[in-house]
């Protein structure tokens, strides 16, 4: 028989377990919320990165190639860059150092070597990277070897190190020029090149092989050989045009290449001593503009088959059935396909000096040769310029209305100013003082500044100049409204506007500053530093209405160029040696750029702060944010458009 249960009783028991379950739920709930804030934020702290825009797949320099076939291929280069090639697809590995990676060689896809600053060796067993101890410091430019336990890389300070297949060994080189290139036949017969002399291995010592007389005419950065009696050696000076040298077994003999008598090779390689290809570059003007080329012997005669703009090329290497690939600064890579040179890599590699957007749907940045790209969240477009002069400045009120300043390539020679109206580009103005930068707080009021104290203001109908008391240089400005602007230069000046006339306000610093932002009328930055020192000892000031001081820079060591943000606790700067730096309202700190190509501009959204692009040398655009916003590592090779061997530096 059924226990009839009063109601009052049953409601309370009822509501006891209620109310059990929800604090119970309640609970798990909040541990559930609490773990998912946890989460969130540490998603946010970890996964906020900066990633490649352009060129793609990446933009540092890539100083050497080797690989099994087409669809095997390894990379590396500056900033410990190295890449992986499958035929389709470039990924971006791991390699444990942000030392550069000058050359790479390999006994098969599961031994492989590469050499770089600082002493160091990485070998990858097929898996992963990892390091190897040399017992040196000095940069190690080449390594080539004849088997598993016969390896040899060469460096400055005339670093002749041996490998054994267990350890590094240092060997007696009688130098201390430096080495850049080392091959060989076989283990009884290996050359290395360093300036104006070739060094030969015998299986036992080293020693002279040939001195050239003029040593900077006939600097030598490349060797290589299809044999012990078919063995180039290549070099030279963008004064003085190509070195190139071959050796019959008994002699070396000069080789004569009729064409630019400006190209220098850098680096020698071919599948036999009819078909042999050169890289390197030539010296396009009076600003040392560089441009890669390849050279091609065909067994009688050299001859010129190719020019990259805006690049040097550093190596060329490729298999015994002619997939052949050209690697240079800037992420150039280029394929040999049916006897044309196709690009691999894309973007342009051209410098770029400022950015600046309307929305994240809508950015523009512009730089040398009247480079102007734009991004439309989806990709960037070359937009049609109408000057070839620098671009360093860049702002708009609206995606209808933007305004590009900049001049000639001497400060104190011509200014620039161009106008987009949303469909085309078309020149304003032009001054007798480039202009640096621009910025207004309405399309009826708008300030450029530039060489020599220049300061020229836009009121929607004419531009006129302006007086700024000063000769300095002026390098940016910004402002919070009508009466409130500031302009930052040379020798630490930085004027104010107050709505009738600039006045100099007191920095307390002599360094040159660059670029000037506030989040209101009483939390200004300024960043800049010394230009003419190596790393440009960085200044970052702060102005809270009244006064400016000198703010900590924290693990900032590099001269700043550009200075952003979107509120007080969320500012970035930018500048040398890939520099990027977050203040968080509190401190500066150092962010992971993955390059050490100047960072010239910045540009973040006030829509997002997870949102931020920055622009600077060699074209290149990197982007701020997580994964899914940002660049993948990875780039189809068709959507692009556009072994033994040497280490070249620098050109200068």
Known sequence: MKKIIPVKQMDLKHNKILYILFLFTLNNM????????????????????????????????????????????????????????????????????????????????????????????????????????????????????????????????????????????????????????????????????????????????????????????????????????????????????????????????????????????????????????????????????????????????????????????????????????????????????????????????????????????????????????????????????????????????????????????DEENYGTIIHYDGISWKNLMTGNSRLNDVWGNNANNVFAVGANGTIVYYNGNNWADMESGTTQHLRGVWGFNDANIFTVGDNGKILHYNGNNWEVLESGTTQDLYSVWGHNKNDVYVVGGDASSFYGDPIILHYDGNNWERMDNGEINRMLYDVWGTDESNIFAVGRMGILAHFNGKNWRKMEAGTSNRIRSIWASNENNSFAVAVGDGGTILKYGHPSQAQEDTVSAKESDSGGGCFIKSIF
Request: net charge negative.
């Open 30 to 409: 909040l541990i559930n919320i609490s773990n998912t804030n946890a989460l969130d934020s540490s998603y946010s702290e970890q996964k906020l990165e900066w990633k490649w825009m352009n060129p793609l797949p990446q933009g540092n320099d890539i100083n050497c190639v080797w690989g099994t076939d087409s669809s095997n291929l390894f990379f590396v280069g500056s900033d410990g860059t190295i890449l992986h090639y499958n035929g389709k697809t470039f990924a971006i590995m791991e390699s444990g150092t942000t030392d550069e990676l000058c050359h790479i060689w390999a006994i098969s896809d599961s031994n492989i070597f590469a050499v770089g600053e600082n002493g160091t060796i990485l070998n990858y067993d097929g898996t992963s990277w990892s390091r190897m101890d040399s017992g040196t410091t000095q940069t190690l430019e080449s390594v080539w070897g004849s088997n598993e336990a016969n390896v040899f890389a060469v460096g400055t300070y005339g670093t002749i190190l041996h490998y054994n297949g267990n350890s590094w060994s240092k060997m007696e080189s009688g130098t201390t020029r430096s080495l850049h290139c080392v091959w060989g036949s076989n283990e009884t017969n290996v050359f290395v090149v360093g300036g104006a002399e070739i060094f030969h291995f015998d299986g036992n010592n080293w020693s002279s092989m040939l001195i050239l007389e003029n040593k900077q005419k006939h600097y030598l950065h490349g060797i290589w050989g299809s044999s012990e009696n078919d063995v180039f050696a290549v070099g030279g000076h963008f004064f003085d045009g190509a070195t190139i040298l071959h050796y019959d077994g008994n002699n070396w003999n000069n080789m004569e290449y009729i064409g630019d008598s400006a190209i220098v090779p850098v680096h020698v390689w071919g599948t036999d001593n009819s078909d042999v290809f050169a890289v390197g570059y030539t010296v396009r003007d009076q600003h040392m503009t560089a441009d890669g080329r390849i050279l091609y012997y065909n067994g009688s005669s050299w001859k010129n088959i190719k020019k990259i703009s805006a690049c040097l090329l550093r190596n060329v290497w490729g298999t015994n059935n002619r997939e052949i690939f050209a690697v240079g600064t800037k992420g150039v890579i280029l394929q040999n396909i049916d006897e044309e040179w196709v690009t691999l890599s894309s973007g342009n590699r051209y410098k770029l000096l400022s950015i600046w957007g309307s929305s994240e749907t809508n950015i523009f940045a512009v730089g040398y040769y009247g480079t102007i790209i734009n991004y439309d969240r989806i990709q960037w477009s070359s937009m049609e310029s109408c000057t070839t002069h620098i671009l360093s400045g860049v702002w708009g009120s609206s995606k209808s209305d933007v305004y590009a300043v900049g001049g000639g390539y």
